[in-house]
């Protein structure tokens, strides 16, 4: 399949599933609305699944992992050499996301979609399309092929992973100098100066941030990327860990899943999804907002709904697991909670505010 053919397959979230679920949510022996975004976000995932009986759900994060030839304009804190190494950490399940995944009853995926050096791990899917991209401040991240080729790797990762029963998909990664790549990408698809848009990532010293700005400003001015094509966008100043997860949002909408959008990065690879095919925002629930400042600007431009604002700025997903917990508590209000009928209180007969 294309990108183009499974686009054209991605259909809207049912909107009759949708009120069938609200009809649920207003049947509960509770204040009307009163779990607020909880409910919101149930309803939603209701319309993605196309019922209002909404499975049990079985957690998985996909973790995209790719170096990022940018690291050598001195952009990070830390050599490209800790991509590999928590990537393999990954796999022996000792990172901050996998034990927070443990906790939520996830399995995490680790991929290397783009690592620089090949990988041991038992758990590492390995789907390498290029050892590391180029230095996108003096050339292109990658070329258009290797960028359709990792948005199609998310996109089957999805469905490989709903056969295994999954469906529910926590967006991660692992990448120094994502968060360079990822305000690449917000300056150019939300058309703002890199200055507005890039932070200090993984952590970076006052001089490390003017040349995170300048390194992004020539990018742009070297690739000169289209804004109006997500795709060249991606292949010339993002890397393999965005393009993989844009896959795997267009993934999650083609095959009726909700993703959970995390931090940056994975809001990055959300708008070039949504770019790509808008219809996907329809399947992304929010998580987090993210403390980096491109964070609030993705969060208005998908329209998201982040459950926490607790300046979060790990990344590997941990913003996304987080959530699924309070996903699960709502899911045990809207599936086991006794009803207005059930309890013989009579509904309100007008909306008492
Ligand atoms: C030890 C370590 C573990 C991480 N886990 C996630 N990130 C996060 O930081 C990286 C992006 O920040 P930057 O663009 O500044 O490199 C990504 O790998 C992201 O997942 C990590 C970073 C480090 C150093
Ligand atoms: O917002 C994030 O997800 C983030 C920020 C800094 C470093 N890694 C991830």
């Not at 940018?70 to 950490?89: H, S």
């Not at 089957?156 to 994502?178: P, S």
């Not at 708008?271 to 980096?292: F, N, Q, W």
Request: with cysteine.
């Amino acid at each position: 399949m294309t990108i183009e053919t499974i686009c054209q397959h991605i259909v809207p979230a049912s909107q009759s599933a949708m009120e069938l679920a609200q009809k649920r949510w207003n049947s509960i022996a509770k204040p009307l609305g009163s779990l607020g975004l909880l409910e919101v976000e149930i309803i939603r995932m209701a319309g993605m699944f196309g019922t209002a009986q909404i499975p049990v759900l079985k957690p998985a994060v996909i973790a995209m992992c790719a170096d990022n030839g940018v690291v050598a304009e001195g952009v990070t804190q830390t050599g490209q050499e800790v991509t590999a190494i928590v990537t393999e950490n990954m796999s022996s399940r000792d990172t901050s996301v996998c034990r927070m995944a443990r906790r939520a009853g996830a399995t995490v995926f680790p991929v290397d979609i783009g690592v620089a050096v090949p990988l041991q791990g038992e758990h590492i899917l390995q789907k390498n399309i290029r050892r590391g991209t180029g230095n996108i401040a003096i050339e292109p991240a990658m070329t258009r092929q290797e960028a359709e080729a990792a948005i199609l790797v998310g996109i089957e990762l999805v469905g490989d992973l709903k056969a295994q029963g999954y469906n529910l998909i926590a967006t991660g990664e692992m990448g120094i100098g994502n968060t360079t790549t990822s305000a690449a990408i917000a300056a150019v698809l939300l058309g703002i100066e890199p200055q507005v848009v890039t932070g200090r990532g993984a952590g970076l010293s006052d001089q490390g941030l003017v040349r995170k700005i300048d390194a992004i400003t020539r990018a742009i001015a070297v690739n000169q990327p289209d804004p109006s094509d997500a795709i060249d966008v991606v292949s010339k100043v993002g890397g393999l860990d965005l393009a993989g997860l844009a896959g795997v949002f267009l993934g999650g909408a083609y095959h009726h899943i909700p993703v959970l959008v995390d931090g940056v990065i994975s809001m990055a690879a959300a708008l070039v999804a949504a770019e790509i095919c808008p219809t996907a925002k329809d399947y992304m629930v929010g998580s987090h907002a993210s403390a980096e400042p491109a964070g609030a600007l993705f969060v208005d431009a998908l329209g998201l709904k982040p459950f926490l604002f607790a300046g979060m700025r790990l990344g590997e997903g941990t913003g996304a697991v987080a959530v699924m917990p309070i996903l699960d508590m709502a899911l045990a209000v809207y599936d086991e909670m006794s009803t207005f009928d059930d309890i013989e209180i009579e509904a309100y007969q007008e909306n008492p505010q």
